[in-house]
């Protein structure tokens, strides 16, 4: 079992849909996650960290889920601009492995 | 001036050449890292600095030599690489090593190609 594993898309869906994506991990003691975003030929940026409590921040929502060790990323109201790869980091042992990321396309 | 800066954006080099990559950083972090990315993998750790000490070598070939003369800037320096080694090669820095504290902030990143 890979580290840390992303579906690679593309999900493509139309402006104003609800989107969501998900990111496994292998590592029961990981105690850190985040979300970056990706636009092409760029770096990544951090989005928002994941705390167990859930986190929102405007129409992005992160979530993690312990038990089934996984972490979320719902985009509501979906904009053209959130067309992006967006990567999940988790800590492994005091070292952040990334996933490889989910192509999100949003079309008019 | 930006968080992180990254010279060069683009290196072409022969297998023979040496060249280096700078890393400058101003959020007075005291982390800084060497990524690889390459297409359709994910981000690959290469190098971690702490307060200037190497605490992490991912078991990276010895082509690739790290620099790190103090907390703001980091370099990699290329050597006899192998065009398997083209990649966008990212530079990051966070206010510490680990847990929470490792939100990483990168620069926009030197995209290799290896002729």
């Known amino acids: 079992r890979k580290e840390v594993e992303q579906d690679p898309g593309p999900f493509n869906v139309p402006e104003g849909a609800t989107v969501a994506f998900n990111c496994t991990y292998s590592?029961?003691?990981?105690?850190?996650f985040f979300w970056y975003r990706q636009d092409c030929r760029k770096e990544p940026k951090l989005l928002m960290s994941v705390y167990s409590s859930g986190n929102e921040d405007g129409r992005f929502t992160a979530q993690l889920n312990r038990a089934s060790q996984y972490i979320s990323l719902l985009i509501r109201d979906s904009k053209l601009s959130d067309s992006a790869t967006y990567l999940c980091a988790v800590d492994n042992t005091d070292k952040l492995i990334f996933g490889t990321g989910t192509r999100l396309q949003v079309f008019p | 001036e930006t968080g992180v800066t990254q010279t060069p954006r683009h290196l072409v080099m022969g297998m023979t050449n040496k060249k280096s990559l700078k890393c400058e950083q101003h959020l007075g972090h005291n982390a800084m890292y060497w990524y690889k990315q390459s297409a359709k993998k994910p981000l690959e750790l290469m190098f971690v600095?702490?307060?200037?000490?190497?605490?992490e070598n991912n078991s990276v070939p010895s082509r690739f030599s790290p620099e790190c003369p103090n907390s703001s800037h980091l370099f990699l320096h290329l050597h006899t690489l192998q065009p398997e080694d083209s990649a966008l090669y990212l530079c990051a820095s966070s206010q510490d090593r680990g847990g929470a504290s490792e939100k990483l902030f990168f620069g926009s990143g030197t995209q290799l190609s290896v002729l």
């Open positions: 590592n029961s003691a990981s105690q850190s």
């Open positions: 600095y702490s307060l200037e000490e190497r605490v």
